[in-house]
Protein backbone atom coordinates (compact mmCIF):
# COMPACT_ATOMS: atom_id res chain seq x y z
CA UNK A 1 0.00 0.00 0.00
CA UNK A 2 1.16 3.34 -0.60
CA UNK A 3 1.96 5.99 1.68
CA UNK A 4 -0.16 9.42 1.72
CA UNK A 5 1.21 11.63 -0.31
CA UNK A 6 1.74 14.41 2.32
CA UNK A 7 3.37 11.74 4.55
CA UNK A 8 5.64 10.43 0.87
CA UNK A 9 6.37 14.21 0.46
CA UNK A 10 7.13 15.28 3.37
CA UNK A 11 9.62 12.34 4.07
CA UNK A 12 11.53 13.61 0.79
CA UNK A 13 11.61 17.53 1.88
CA UNK A 14 13.27 16.23 4.90
CA UNK A 15 16.34 14.77 3.06
CA UNK A 16 19.32 17.15 2.68
CA UNK A 17 18.63 17.83 -1.34
CA UNK A 18 15.61 18.67 -0.87
CA UNK A 19 16.14 20.96 2.50
CA UNK A 20 18.71 22.79 0.71
CA UNK A 21 16.40 23.83 -2.43
CA UNK A 22 14.06 25.21 0.51
CA UNK A 23 16.43 27.78 1.55
CA UNK A 24 16.49 29.54 -2.02
CA UNK A 25 12.65 30.53 -2.15
CA UNK A 26 12.45 31.44 1.37
CA UNK A 27 15.83 33.70 1.80
CA UNK A 28 14.58 35.44 -2.11
CA UNK A 29 11.23 36.18 -1.18
CA UNK A 30 11.84 36.74 2.90
CA UNK A 31 14.51 39.57 1.46
CA UNK A 32 12.37 41.28 -1.12
CA UNK A 33 9.28 41.40 1.56
CA UNK A 34 11.31 42.69 4.13
CA UNK A 35 12.59 45.28 1.91
CA UNK A 36 9.09 46.43 0.90
CA UNK A 37 7.55 46.03 4.54
CA UNK A 38 10.40 48.48 5.91
CA UNK A 39 10.30 50.84 3.14
CA UNK A 40 6.36 51.45 3.45
CA UNK A 41 6.24 51.37 6.87
CA UNK A 42 8.74 53.99 7.35
CA UNK A 43 7.49 56.38 4.69
CA UNK A 44 3.58 55.95 6.49
CA UNK A 45 5.06 56.73 10.36
CA UNK A 46 7.31 59.66 8.50
CA UNK A 47 4.41 61.39 7.25
CA UNK A 48 2.80 61.04 11.11
CA UNK A 49 5.36 62.77 12.28
CA UNK A 50 5.60 65.85 10.05
CA UNK A 51 1.48 66.06 10.75
CA UNK A 52 2.54 66.44 14.40
CA UNK A 53 5.41 69.12 13.13
CA UNK A 54 5.47 72.92 13.24
CA UNK A 55 4.12 73.69 9.71
CA UNK A 56 7.45 75.72 8.95
CA UNK A 57 9.28 72.83 10.05
CA UNK A 58 7.56 70.42 7.69
CA UNK A 59 9.28 70.21 4.39
CA UNK A 60 6.66 68.57 1.84
CA UNK A 61 4.71 71.32 0.70
CA UNK A 62 1.16 69.01 0.85
CA UNK A 63 1.88 67.67 4.33
CA UNK A 64 2.65 71.24 5.33
CA UNK A 65 -0.82 72.61 3.83
CA UNK A 66 -2.69 69.97 5.06
CA UNK A 67 -1.65 70.73 8.46
CA UNK A 68 -2.26 74.39 8.17
CA UNK A 69 -5.97 73.49 6.90
CA UNK A 70 -6.46 70.82 9.77
CA UNK A 71 -4.59 71.59 12.64
CA UNK A 72 -7.07 68.92 14.82
CA UNK A 73 -6.72 66.45 12.67
CA UNK A 74 -2.75 66.79 12.37
CA UNK A 75 -2.34 66.87 16.11
CA UNK A 76 -4.44 63.91 16.33
CA UNK A 77 -2.67 62.20 13.90
CA UNK A 78 0.33 62.88 15.09
CA UNK A 79 -0.39 61.78 18.33
CA UNK A 80 1.09 58.90 20.28
CA UNK A 81 -2.23 57.05 20.91
CA UNK A 82 -2.87 57.48 17.12
CA UNK A 83 0.72 56.23 16.33
CA UNK A 84 -0.19 53.48 18.76
CA UNK A 85 -3.32 52.84 17.34
CA UNK A 86 -2.20 52.61 13.65
CA UNK A 87 0.83 50.86 14.24
CA UNK A 88 -1.37 47.68 15.41
CA UNK A 89 -3.61 47.93 12.51
CA UNK A 90 -0.68 48.24 9.87
CA UNK A 91 0.53 45.14 11.36
CA UNK A 92 -2.19 43.26 11.31
CA UNK A 93 -3.20 44.14 8.01
CA UNK A 94 0.30 44.09 6.54
CA UNK A 95 1.10 41.06 8.01
CA UNK A 96 -1.61 39.33 6.24
CA UNK A 97 -1.26 41.33 2.93
CA UNK A 98 2.87 39.84 3.31
CA UNK A 99 1.72 36.00 3.74
CA UNK A 100 -0.28 36.01 0.78
CA UNK A 101 1.81 37.72 -1.61
CA UNK A 102 4.86 36.23 -0.37
CA UNK A 103 3.03 32.86 -0.57
CA UNK A 104 2.39 33.54 -4.26
CA UNK A 105 5.88 35.03 -5.14
CA UNK A 106 7.41 32.13 -3.33
CA UNK A 107 5.51 29.98 -5.51
CA UNK A 108 6.66 32.10 -8.59
CA UNK A 109 9.94 31.52 -7.82
CA UNK A 110 10.15 27.83 -6.58
CA UNK A 111 8.79 27.13 -10.18
CA UNK A 112 12.67 27.36 -11.15
CA UNK A 113 13.51 24.59 -9.35
CA UNK A 114 10.31 22.55 -10.02
CA UNK A 115 11.80 20.06 -12.87
CA UNK A 116 14.89 19.63 -10.71
CA UNK A 117 11.90 18.64 -7.81
CA UNK A 118 9.98 16.49 -9.91
CA UNK A 119 13.02 14.53 -11.60
CA UNK A 120 14.22 13.86 -7.99
CA UNK A 121 11.22 12.40 -6.85
CA UNK A 122 10.51 10.22 -10.24
CA UNK A 123 13.74 8.83 -9.93
CA UNK A 124 13.08 8.22 -6.26
CA UNK A 125 9.49 6.64 -6.45
CA UNK A 126 7.99 6.12 -9.74
CA UNK A 127 10.63 5.47 -12.17
CA UNK A 128 8.20 2.76 -13.94
CA UNK A 129 6.36 5.70 -14.79
CA UNK A 130 7.11 6.73 -18.50
CA UNK A 131 7.78 11.07 -18.29
CA UNK A 132 7.03 12.84 -21.82
CA UNK A 133 8.46 16.06 -22.57
CA UNK A 134 5.35 18.03 -20.45
CA UNK A 135 3.55 20.65 -21.57
CA UNK A 136 5.01 22.93 -24.20
CA UNK A 137 6.28 26.63 -23.04
CA UNK A 138 3.72 28.67 -24.91
CA UNK A 139 1.14 26.93 -23.87
CA UNK A 140 2.77 26.59 -19.83
CA UNK A 141 2.64 30.96 -20.96
CA UNK A 142 -0.68 31.09 -21.95
CA UNK A 143 -2.38 28.73 -19.35
CA UNK A 144 -0.30 31.15 -16.82
CA UNK A 145 -1.51 34.46 -17.72
CA UNK A 146 -5.13 33.53 -17.87
CA UNK A 147 -4.69 31.97 -14.08
CA UNK A 148 -3.73 35.45 -13.04
CA UNK A 149 -5.93 37.17 -15.24
CA UNK A 150 -9.13 35.37 -13.93
CA UNK A 151 -7.34 36.00 -10.10
CA UNK A 152 -7.22 39.79 -11.16
CA UNK A 153 -10.93 39.82 -11.72
CA UNK A 154 -12.10 37.82 -9.11
CA UNK A 155 -9.94 40.07 -6.58
CA UNK A 156 -11.90 43.08 -7.95
CA UNK A 157 -15.00 41.67 -8.10
CA UNK A 158 -15.24 40.19 -4.55
CA UNK A 159 -13.66 43.81 -3.44
CA UNK A 160 -16.64 45.84 -2.04
CA UNK A 161 -17.05 42.23 0.36
CA UNK A 162 -13.22 43.35 1.95
CA UNK A 163 -14.80 45.60 3.90
CA UNK A 164 -17.33 43.36 5.31
CA UNK A 165 -15.69 42.40 8.93
CA UNK A 166 -15.03 38.29 9.33
CA UNK A 167 -16.86 38.54 5.77
CA UNK A 168 -13.40 39.91 4.66
CA UNK A 169 -11.78 37.35 5.81
CA UNK A 170 -12.69 34.63 3.11
CA UNK A 171 -13.10 36.87 0.72
CA UNK A 172 -9.74 38.23 0.47
CA UNK A 173 -8.40 34.25 0.15
CA UNK A 174 -10.51 33.67 -2.65
CA UNK A 175 -8.74 34.96 -5.01
CA UNK A 176 -5.32 34.09 -3.71
CA UNK A 177 -6.16 30.43 -2.91
CA UNK A 178 -7.40 30.32 -7.18
CA UNK A 179 -4.11 31.94 -7.77
CA UNK A 180 -1.81 29.42 -5.82
CA UNK A 181 -4.05 26.13 -6.66
CA UNK A 182 -3.85 27.39 -10.47
CA UNK A 183 -0.04 27.99 -10.55
CA UNK A 184 0.99 24.81 -8.64
CA UNK A 185 -0.70 22.58 -10.42
CA UNK A 186 -0.02 24.00 -13.56
CA UNK A 187 3.78 24.43 -12.76
CA UNK A 188 3.70 20.69 -11.15
CA UNK A 189 1.50 18.84 -13.67
CA UNK A 190 2.82 20.52 -16.40
CA UNK A 191 6.08 19.03 -15.64
CA UNK A 192 4.64 15.76 -15.74
CA UNK A 193 1.86 15.22 -18.11
CA UNK A 194 1.07 16.55 -21.88
CA UNK A 195 -1.21 19.39 -22.06
CA UNK A 196 -3.99 16.65 -23.22
CA UNK A 197 -3.00 14.71 -20.02
CA UNK A 198 -3.18 17.79 -17.93
CA UNK A 199 -6.45 18.91 -19.08
CA UNK A 200 -7.73 14.95 -18.76
CA UNK A 201 -6.82 15.23 -14.94
CA UNK A 202 -8.33 18.85 -14.67
CA UNK A 203 -12.20 16.74 -16.03
CA UNK A 204 -11.70 13.99 -14.41
CA UNK A 205 -9.78 14.53 -10.69
CA UNK A 206 -10.77 18.09 -10.00
CA UNK A 207 -12.11 18.04 -6.56
CA UNK A 208 -9.23 15.15 -5.98
CA UNK A 209 -6.22 18.22 -6.89
CA UNK A 210 -8.40 21.07 -5.32
CA UNK A 211 -8.50 18.93 -1.81
CA UNK A 212 -4.66 18.66 -2.18
CA UNK A 213 -3.89 22.08 -2.94
CA UNK A 214 -6.74 23.80 0.00
CA UNK A 215 -4.68 21.87 2.54
CA UNK A 216 -1.49 23.16 1.31
CA UNK A 217 -3.07 26.99 0.60
CA UNK A 218 -4.20 26.40 4.90
CA UNK A 219 -0.60 25.77 5.52
CA UNK A 220 0.86 28.31 3.46
CA UNK A 221 -1.36 30.80 5.76
CA UNK A 222 0.96 30.17 8.55
CA UNK A 223 3.20 32.91 9.15
CA UNK A 224 6.50 32.26 6.93
CA UNK A 225 5.25 28.39 6.10
CA UNK A 226 4.30 30.01 3.08
CA UNK A 227 8.02 31.05 2.07
CA UNK A 228 9.32 27.94 3.61
CA UNK A 229 7.63 25.05 2.48
CA UNK A 230 7.24 25.53 -1.02
CA UNK A 231 9.42 22.45 -1.61
CA UNK A 232 6.99 20.56 0.39
CA UNK A 233 4.15 21.68 -1.54
CA UNK A 234 6.00 20.90 -5.35
CA UNK A 235 6.82 17.62 -3.51
CA UNK A 236 3.19 16.82 -2.81
CA UNK A 237 1.50 17.53 -6.11
CA UNK A 238 4.48 15.90 -7.89
CA UNK A 239 3.34 12.95 -5.77
CA UNK A 240 -0.55 13.36 -6.67
CA UNK A 241 0.21 13.68 -10.37
CA UNK A 242 2.31 10.82 -10.96
CA UNK A 243 -0.03 8.79 -9.47
CA UNK A 244 -2.88 10.03 -11.26
CA UNK A 245 -0.81 9.35 -14.27
CA UNK A 246 -0.16 5.40 -13.06
CA UNK A 247 -3.61 4.76 -12.61
CA UNK A 248 -4.43 6.43 -16.48
CA UNK A 249 -1.73 3.92 -17.70
CA UNK A 250 -3.29 1.06 -16.16
CA UNK A 251 -6.26 1.76 -18.29
CA UNK A 252 -4.01 1.67 -21.33
CA UNK A 253 -3.82 -1.15 -23.29
CA UNK A 254 -0.24 -3.02 -22.69
CA UNK A 255 0.92 -2.69 -25.96
CA UNK A 256 0.21 1.06 -25.94
CA UNK A 257 2.57 1.42 -22.28
CA UNK A 258 5.35 -0.85 -23.66
CA UNK A 259 5.38 1.69 -26.85
CA UNK A 260 5.62 4.61 -24.32
CA UNK A 261 7.99 3.09 -22.49
CA UNK A 262 10.44 2.08 -25.55
CA UNK A 263 10.21 5.73 -26.41
Known amino acids: MQKNIFVAAFEDFMTTKFLTLTLAPFFITLLIFSGLIFGA ?10 LSQNPDAINDPQIKEFVQEYPIISTIAGSFIFHAITGVIFGILGTGLAILASTAVAL ?41 LKFIAVFFISIFLYFIPLLNLIALNIPFYYLFSSLLTLDVGGEILTKEELQRVLNERKKEIL ?23 VSVLAHQFFRIKADFLDKKPKETIEAEIVE
Open 108 to 148: IIVGFFTPIIVKEIHKRHYSYIPKEGGVDFISYIVLSVKSI
Open 211 to 233: GSTFILYLISLIPFAGMLLQVYF
Open 41 to 50: GSEFFDILNQ
